[in-house]
């Protein structure tokens, strides 16, 4: 059971367009969400990350935004720039699971092309 | 500052032997995860620790594996005896342990068994 699916394993943006990440979960006890990103042989670094309570949150060039009726989170990275290509991993966790225990979806792998 | 730190950042041995994973979290950090990373069930967590106490193993995929925590710097993820189907990618992460906080990773450990 998948709780947290991010359907496009995959997306090449062109270097200074706006690069959109989706992710889409089931559980409707997650209430905090966060974006990993992850280079080749390096562990996830975390992003940014959004509570339930807010349906935006915006961090520089990286703004998450959270829409609850649909269960459904997306990444916006503009500019996007060469050094933002990674796999980006959305991830959820839900109060009352001891802290921050996190589900995370199968990722995706950006490209932006100079 | 330093972060996750873990070691050997690669493992590779025969069938059969014993493998232990090590990890120093963050210092102030009071949770600790190991996860495992691999292409067909992407990342997920084993067992997590809080204040060095397992609260949820739940996602140990056999006997095979155990984990321990003896003081607040330092946790082993062991493998006896190891088998194939164990290589991938093993994470550690830690946190403050408080809700809507986010999880640091170390490098992780590339597993290889023979």
């Known amino acids: 059971d998948q709780q947290v699916k991010q359907n496009s394993p995959s997306l090449s943006v062109q270097e200074g367009r706006i690069s959109i990440l989706n992710c889409d979960y089931t559980n409707s006890m997650f209430d905090y969400f966060l974006w990993y990103k992850k280079y080749p042989a390096e562990g996830p670094t975390f992003l940014i990350s959004?509570?339930?309570?807010?349906d935006k949150n915006e961090d520089g060039r990286f703004t998450v935004f959270l829409n609850k009726s649909a269960k459904h989170l997306s990444l916006h990275i503009v500019p996007s720039q060469p050094g933002d290509s990674a796999v980006y991993f959305c991830?959820?966790?839900?109060?009352?699971?001891?802290?921050?225990?996190?589900?995370f979806g199968e990722g995706t792998q950006l490209t932006v092309n100079p | 500052d330093a972060g996750v730190i873990q070691s050997p950042r690669h493992e590779v041995t025969e069938m059969g032997q014993e493998v232990t994973l090590r990890c120093k979290p963050i210092s102030g950090h009071n949770s600790l995860f190991w996860y495992r990373q691999t292409m067909m069930r992407g990342l997920e967590l084993l067992i997590y620790?809080?204040?060095?106490?397992?609260?949820?193993d739940s996602g140990m995929p056999e006997d095979r594996f155990s984990a321990k925590m003896p003081n607040a710097s330092f946790s082993t993820l062991k493998i006896q005896p190891s088998e194939p189907r164990d290589s991938a990618v093993y994470f550690c992460?830690?946190?403050?342990?408080?809700?809507?906080?986010?999880?640091?990773f170390g490098d992780g450990t590339r597993l290889s068994i023979l």
């Open positions: 991830a959820a966790s839900a109060i009352g699971t001891s802290g921050s225990r996190l589900t």
């Open positions: 959004i509570s339930s309570i807010k």
């Open positions: 992460a830690s946190g403050t342990g408080f809700d809507n906080q986010p999880q640091h």
């Open positions: 620790f809080n204040n060095n106490v397992p609260i949820d």
